[in-house]
């Protein structure tokens, strides 16, 4: 089974910097899909960002990035120019490309305060 | 459009109690998804949907639970003699289809107190 580690449970950052969290999985798997998402105390849970897993390119919107490390099963997330609104807690989830491919296995989370 | 829609808000019951928890997807999306999200877990799966059948059931924790879609629309979890441990954010989402292609789009949850 895919597990999907988070080993932070909170960061905090000033606003207008960039901050980056961590994320790591295990699986034996060779094709995969990788997603960030973000919670609001609203609860509401928003796709940030994916990478196909057979995809060399890093994956970008706007001010978020990923840096996907297939080889060492690493996926973390950049939020650059930091703004209020991106306080938050942020799941790294991992779909498999076969077999159970409609469920997301997700991390623990990590709570992000941005500071004024 | 509107986006998935779940309801209650919040319910609080009592131990033993069953109670209905309803989610309304995102209108032309096939698959539909529960979650749940507690403290002591995080975010696991449940169940899932793809129009009225559900193909996999495994994340259902006990036979207390169930779950039906009518319709291919709407769906009703059902959480049969509640216990203290079901309390819990519960998440539904929907998607296009059920490829791993589709994004997953989430409600607001249920959050269920059971006293």
């Known amino acids: 089974a895919q597990t999907v580690t988070q080993s932070q449970p909170e960061m905090s950052v000033q606003e207008a910097e960039t901050v980056t969290l961590s994320c790591t999985y295990d699986?034996?798997?060779?094709?995969?899909?990788l997603f960030w998402y973000k919670q609001p105390p609203s609860r509401q849970m928003i796709l940030v960002i994916r990478?196909?897993?057979?995809?060399?390119q890093n994956a970008t919107e706007n001010r978020f990035s990923v840096n996907f490390q297939k080889a060492a099963k690493s996926f973390s997330l950049k939020i650059s120019d930091s703004q209020l609104g991106d306080a938050a807690m942020y799941f790294c989830?991992?779909?498999?490309?076969?077999?159970?491919?409609?469920?997301?296995?997700f991390g623990k989370g990590t709570l992000l305060t941005v500071n004024p | 459009g509107a986006g998935v829609s779940q309801s209650p808000s919040n319910k609080v019951t009592e131990k033993g109690k069953d109670v209905e928890l309803r989610c309304d997807p995102i209108?032309?999306?096939?698959?539909l998804y529960w979650y749940r999200q507690s403290l002591g877990q995080g975010l696991e799966f449940l169940i899932y949907?793809?129009?009225?059948?559900?193909?996999?059931k495994s994340g259902l924790p006990s036979d207390r639970f169930s779950a039906e879609r009518t319709g291919g629309s709407v769906s009703t979890l059902t959480i049969q003699r509640t216990q203290q441990e079901d309390s819990a954010v519960y998440l539904c989402?929907?998607?296009?289809?059920?490829?791993?292609?589709?994004?997953?789009?989430f409600g607001p949850g249920t959050r269920l107190t059971v006293l």
């Open positions: 989402a929907s998607s296009l289809g059920g490829r791993f292609t589709d994004t997953q789009y």
């Open positions: 699986t034996s798997e060779s094709d995969y899909y």
């Open positions: 990478q196909e897993a057979y995809k060399q």
């Open positions: 989830a991992y779909r498999s490309y076969g077999g159970s491919n409609y469920k997301l296995t």
């Open positions: 209108s032309g999306h096939t698959a």
């Open positions: 949907f793809q129009g009225n059948s559900a193909p996999d």
